[in-house]
């Protein structure tokens, strides 16, 4: 019988050998798991839709109520109320009515109303005798010579009647909203780029106190030019906030719960929308106004203390120490406490953006697959926001004034977001950009064709397409987010929104070829919608796919195929969630 005794020194070590080789083996094995693993795997570590993404994105939905108010501002701070030309030496009538001194003072238009612009050289009394008479020389007729008088029962004051930008002065009034969208496209450029330099949360943060500075400096204007100036600087600072919010809340929520987030802060949008007719209304006076629509601004920045760094792109950049804090802060909240994920395994889940290196705009037309994408997305947002921001400016037609007007087209978004929050997931993001900002061009082109009399018809047509041209605004914010890779999202975005912006700036300004022909604006908006729709074809599809985080991820899709989301090893999610 053997002696069981102590290992020999030969066998100690052959046993420390093999020890040594597995525990390597070993560790070589979760290197080659961590490497593989992505990003979307660790949110299903640490919960990707728990307490911690909610407190988030209710937080940045504050800063998205603030945006309609002031990108459809132009409506009510712009507004021109009825006016006719000032009557000198008003006073010698004493013995005639206002509406007598009106009449032999200013001619007609063909329906009976007085014109807005021209006034008689000398008092017309025959026509107190007989009112039908029509003046038998024009050249008693002259343009408004001493200002101008302005019905002040809706506005107590506007822009126009602050600096009379009426007549001759109307192409300024206008300006104002063109003004305010170039400065939003000029944002669009610059915060897209400082946002993937230096983070979402700084620069979100900069966007706010800038539009809090600006749209203060807006309301004590005292001239137009300082108006002029200070809006084109407010467009500035927005378009960060537009720019920045939904993407730095996405990129803390799981795959599964990314529509979702996503229709959850445009319907944030819809409100402000509805806000602003109330504010509008009860505000007439517009220097206050401008106040009012501000001052909101001030309680986001205060919030957005609360609110991290995306942890995306810390990693994207190399700050794996900041990241890991978040998302341990992230698991704690979540209830996640047995999370146990090491700054270092972090450090291997890094993309292809290694710290220093810098990513521009023309990053986006370098490879094939993203040139094809950024030339397609941007012709889909000029499209989206051409069609979106001529219907939404024209307040007219629905029989109603303008503050009602205004609140229902912000109440008629909400149903249309809720209906694509079902159709996305269904049938896909790629189909439903299409088919809804074509139907958007198709309800316009049809209000062309349909008579006038049928007013009724029109407006059911016209409510019809404001649904549509709100469920294509609030498709494309998500599904672009969806296109660009992490360290490329913000670049993409900020140059959709650029492209987006110039359709908003031009939007207004097409119902000036109402002067070419009656129907020209419509056919244009109808046309530009169904032809950028048209394009949304050529994306490729989103739904259910993972969140791409390097370039060579856009490029592997195209070759390999669409990849279904999975896990470290190509595990199915269901799978991780157990």
Not at 57 to 65: E, G, S, Y
Not at 98 to 127: N, W, Y
Not at 468 to 482: C, G, H, M, P
Request: glycine share 8%; charged share 15%.
């Amino acid at each position: 019988m053997k002696s069981h005794g102590k290992l020999s020194s030969k066998d100690t070590d052959c046993f420390s050998s093999s020890c040594c080789c597995s525990l390597v083996h070993s560790c070589s094995e979760q290197a080659n798991s961590i490497e593989k693993m992505k990003f979307e795997d660790l949110l299903l570590e640490i919960d990707g839709f728990g307490r911690f993404q909610i407190l988030i994105l209710f937080i940045l939905c504050l800063p998205r109520i603030n945006l309609p108010m002031h990108f459809l501002l132009h409506n009510f701070l712009a507004a021109t109320p009825s006016h006719h030309c000032a009557i000198p030496q008003q006073e010698a009538f004493v013995n005639l009515t206002m509406e007598e001194v009106l009449l032999i003072s200013i001619p007609r238009e063909p329906d009976g109303t007085f014109r807005s612009c021209e006034m008689f050289s000398q008092p017309q009394f025959h026509l107190l005798l007989n009112s039908s008479l029509q003046p038998e020389n024009n050249s008693i007729i002259q343009h408004c010579q001493h200002g101008w008088v302005y019905d002040h029962s809706q506005f107590t004051s506007t822009i126009a009647t602050q600096w009379d930008l009426v007549c001759e002065q109307r192409g300024l009034n206008q300006a104002t909203a063109t003004f305010f969208f170039i400065g939003v496209t000029m944002g669009a450029v610059v915060f897209g780029y400082l946002s993937d330099r230096f983070g979402r949360k700084a620069m979100l943060l900069l966007s706010l106190v800038c539009s809090v500075v600006f749209g203060m400096l807006s309301a004590a204007s005292v001239s137009y030019s300082m108006l002029a100036i200070t809006r084109t600087l407010t467009g500035v600072a927005l378009s960060g906030v537009s720019l920045i919010v939904l993407p730095l809340g996405m990129e803390w929520v799981d795959v599964q719960h990314r529509t979702f987030s996503g229709i959850l802060t445009s319907i944030f949008w819809s409100i402000g929308n509805m806000l602003l007719a109330m504010v509008a209304y009860l505000v007439r006076e517009w220097h206050w106004l401008l106040v009012a629509v501000t001052g909101p601004c001030l309680l986001s920045i205060v919030c957005l203390w609360w609110v991290p760094e995306s942890a995306r792109w810390l990693i994207a950049n190399g700050k794996v120490k900041q990241a890991h804090r978040h998302l341990l802060r992230c698991a704690r909240m979540n209830g996640r406490k047995d999370f146990a994920f090491s700054p270092e395994a972090l450090r291997r889940m890094a993309t292809d953006k290694k710290p220093g290196r810098s990513y521009s705009y023309i990053s986006l037309f370098r490879t094939p697959v993203l040139r094809k994408i950024s030339l397609c997305s941007g012709a889909v947002w000029f499209g989206v926001a051409f069609s979106y921001y001529g219907m939404s400016m024209n307040l007219t037609g629905f029989g109603l004034n303008m503050y009602l007007s205004q609140f229902v087209f912000g109440v008629i978004e909400i149903p249309a977001k809720m209906i694509m929050y079902v159709l996305v997931n269904r049938v896909g993001r790629r189909q439903s950009q299409a088919w809804a900002l074509i139907l958007t061009g198709l309800c316009i082109g049809a209000n062309v064709i349909i008579p006038k009399p049928f007013t009724s018809l029109r407006s059911v047509v016209a409510v019809m397409g404001k649904g549509f041209s709100e469920a294509a605004f609030t498709t494309v914010f998500l599904y672009t987010s969806e296109l660009y890779p992490t360290v490329l999202r913000q670049n993409g975005m900020g140059y959709t929104s650029f492209v987006a912006r110039l359709g908003g700036a031009l939007a207004p300004l097409v119902y000036l070829l109402d002067e070419v022909w009656k129907s020209l604006p419509e056919v244009t908006y109808c046309g530009v919608a169904v032809c950028c729709g048209s394009v949304a074809f050529l994306l490729p599809e989103t739904l259910n796919v993972r969140l791409p985080e390097g370039i060579e991820d856009v490029e592997k899709a195209k070759a390999k195929g669409p990849p279904q989301l999975g896990g470290p090893e190509g595990m199915p999610l269901q799978a991780l969630l157990k």
